[in-house]
């Protein structure tokens, strides 16, 4: 059965400093990644996904992850963070063998100080 | 905006009463997805519909019911509502079934039980 574990409910950067959201996750088949953002007020959007081939995903609004088999792992990073990116992130996976279900993490808060 | 739409975007509510919450996919998209997120129990998955026919099922209560119309919007039905019913419901829409498409997410329907 899939499960996501996103390490830590919150993480504090300061602004220009690198972003790092930990996910980790299992399934018994190949996966299929993503990381989702929700700003205050409003639904969730993708930010980036691994199917397959590239290991290292780049996404919107400067946001990357890369995929570890080995590790089970999925983070996501940012080099420089922007008071603009405080918002709850999700992790989020799919089974890649006709699984209809998306079993998403528990959120992490990213909060950016000034 | 994702193209996914909701509503009503507020519903305010007595325990006991019965609620329908509306959902149209984006167009062309098949495939229909209900969360329930609140802040003890996070982003549920409760249930997914593809072309008019359930899929999968999550934690969804036995008081909850959906379904997809033909033309593919969605309701989800919430009855003999009780206090902890209390939640942000979303929807998401993608355009096939299987785990390799994303989710665009609708706004969400604030439902509180008073």
């Not at chain 1, 930010?47 to 088999?69: D, H, P, S």
């Amino acid at each position: 059965a899939q499960s996501v574990t996103q390490l830590g409910s919150h993480v504090s950067v300061s602004e220009g400093a690198l972003v790092l959201l930990r996910c980790n996750y299992s399934s018994s088949v190949p996966p299929y990644l993503f990381w989702y953002v929700q700003y205050p007020n409003q639904g969730l959007q993708l930010l980036l996904k691994y199917t397959t081939g590239a290991t290292l995903v780049k996404g919107i609004n400067g946001f990357e992850a890369e995929f570890k088999k080995s590790e089970t792992s999925f983070h996501l990073t940012k080099p420089s963070a922007h008071m603009s990116d405080a918002a709850e992130y999700f992790c989020a996976v799919s089974e890649g063998t006709g699984g209809f279900k998306t079993i998403f993490g528990a959120g992490t808060r990213l909060f950016v100080k000034a | 905006d994702s193209g996914v739409t909701q509503t009503p975007k507020h519903l305010i509510t007595a325990t006991g009463q019965r609620v329908t919450l509306r959902c149209s996919p984006r167009s062309g998209d098949l495939s229909v997805y209900w969360y329930q997120q609140s802040l003890d129990q996070g982003l549920q998955f409760l249930i997914q519909y593809y072309n008019g026919e359930e899929r999968a099922k999550g934690n969804i209560l036995e008081r909850f019911s959906a379904q997809q119309f033909p033309d593919l919007h969605s309701e989800l039905n919430l009855s003999s509502l009780e206090l902890g019913d209390s939640a942000l419901y979303f929807c998401a829409s993608s355009p096939r079934q299987g785990g390799v498409y994303e989710q665009y997410f609708g706004p969400g329907t604030r439902l509180t039980v008073t």
